[in-house]
Structure formats: structure tokens, C-alpha cells
T-cell receptor, first 116, second 113 residues
Framework: NAGVTQTPKFQVLKTGQSMTLQCAQDMNHEYMSWYRQDPGMGLRLIHYSVGAGITDQGEVPNGYNVSRSTTEDFPLRLLSAAPSQTSVYFC???????????????FGPGTRLTVL | AQTVTQSQPEMSVQEAETVTLSCTYDTSESNYYLFWYKQPPSRQMILVIRQEAYKQQNATENRFSVNFQKAAKSFSLKISDSQLGDTAMYFCAFMSYSDDMRFGAGTRLTVKP
């Protein structure tokens, strides 16, 4: 199993550009999530999904969109990049469901995004 | 929302010694999960250990163990026989049925030879 994969690993954007960060998992996990990591602030939840067709906002959703058309994929879209979105982005997945409850999250390798 | 606090931004330890990283959390729930993740310079987030709140026994994984004090809302990580490869950022995290995973700000651990 490849686990959780993310592409690209690095990206530089200009202010106002849009792009999509890709995330895929091959563990048949229902729960997937996106976090951003900023110095001194740990990881903060952007958006999450509890299954195909279902998404919801996390702690810092502004400026980002997500969709979940399949169990495997959970892309994150930056609509109009801003310097404040310079960060490291992590995708994660877990077996968590409403009936199972919380479970360990497995993380992708991260994407370092710089917005100029 | 639940909060997770790691009060030690940086720590260091000599190789082969023992070090304890602190974590406290705030919640009104009785059933939840706690985690310690390690982030080495490679940036990969790696699960170190997890603890279910309903279990009274402290979790242990080889050289890593936790001291879970539910009443005090404390969840410290003890690393025994520290190795150079333990040098990393360590994040404490909380997750419950009603809330997504919340992370502390992290503790940067340096193991010195």
C-alpha cells in the first residue's frame, strides 16, 4: 500500500493564481482531512470529509474548497492564492466513522506552498 | 472546542537519557483519544503512540510511554534511552466523537550525542 500520497511536494504561486493540491489514499478510509501547518501553531484543520459526497469546514476554511467524488481522492483547491496561504499542507485519512468513532490519522508527506 | 497545550517549545536531552514532554488539554467530554505524533526533518507526520481515554492503563510502545492523568487532563510522553533519531518536533493531539483532531503547537526535541 502507498498509504496517503500528495502532489506536488513543492509549489510556488503568485498572488491571485489558483491551484489544486492532490491527495489520494489506498486504505479504503472513509475519513479524509486537510491541515495547514504554520510555525508555532501546530496543525490546523481546513476541511474534512466523512465519506464520498460529504464535506465540511474545519477551523480555517476561508480561501479553500474541497470535493470528495470518490473514497480515494480528496483534492484541495486554492481559489485565489494569497501570501497568507503560504504554509505546509498535509492530507490525512483514517478509519474514523460515526459508528466506529475517532481513530488514528495517517498523514501524507506534505506540500510546501509559497505564495509570492 | 477542545484545546491542546504543549508548554515546552524546545527541549534537549543527552543520548541514552530519558526525557518527558508535557501536554495538557481541555475538554468536557469523557470519551476521547489522545495521540503523540513525531515530525522529523523529513516533515512526515509519524504516529508515536495513542491512548484511549476509557483505558486506565498507560500506553507503551517500545521506548515510548505515556503518563495519562485523566482527572488532571494531562498526557505526557516519556522517551527512554533517547537516540539521535528521536530528534524531531513532537505534537500532542486530541480527538473525540464530537470534534476533529486538535493539535498542540509542538515541542522541538534535540537529542545530543
Amino acid at each position: 500500500n502507498a498509504g496517503v500520497t500528495q502532489t506536488p511536494k513543492f509549489q510556488v504561486l503568485k498572488t491571485g493564481q489558483s491551484m489544486t493540491l492532490q491527495c489520494a489514499q489506498d486504505m479504503n478510509h472513509e475519513y479524509m482531512s486537510w491541515y495547514r501547518q504554520d510555525p508555532g501553531m501546530g496543525l490546523r484543520l481546513i476541511h474534512y470529509s466523512v465519506g464520498a459526497g460529504i464535506t465540511d469546514q474545519g477551523e480555517v476554511p476561508n480561501g479553500y474548497n474541497v470535493s470528495r467524488s470518490t473514497t480515494e481522492d480528496f483534492p484541495l483547491r486554492l481559489l485565489s492564492a494569497a501570501p497568507s496561504q503560504t504554509s505546509v499542507y498535509f492530507c490525512a485519512s483514517s478509519y474514523s466513522t460515526a459508528s466506529v468513532g475517532p481513530d488514528t490519522q495517517y498523514f501524507g508527506p506534505g506540500t510546501r506552498l509559497t505564495v509570492l | 472546542a477542545q484545546t491542546v497545550t504543549q508548554s515546552q517549545p524546545e527541549m534537549s536531552v543527552q543520548e541514552a537519557e530519558t526525557v518527558t514532554l508535557s501536554c495538557t488539554y481541555d475538554t468536557s467530554e469523557s470519551n476521547y483519544y489522545l495521540f503523540w505524533y513525531k515530525q522529523p526533518p523529513s516533515r512526515q507526520m509519524i504516529l508515536v503512540i495513542r491512548q484511549e481515554a476509557y483505558k486506565q492503563q498507560n500506553a507503551t510502545e517500545n521506548r515510548f510511554s505515556v503518563n495519562f492523568q485523566k482527572a488532571a487532563k494531562s498526557f505526557s510522553l516519556k522517551i527512554s534511552d533517547s537516540q539521535l533519531g528521536d530528534t524531531a518536533m513532537y505534537f500532542c493531539a486530541f480527538m473525540s466523537y464530537s470534534d476533529d483532531m486538535r493539535f498542540g503547537a509542538g515541542t522541538r526535541l534535540t537529542v545530543k550525542p
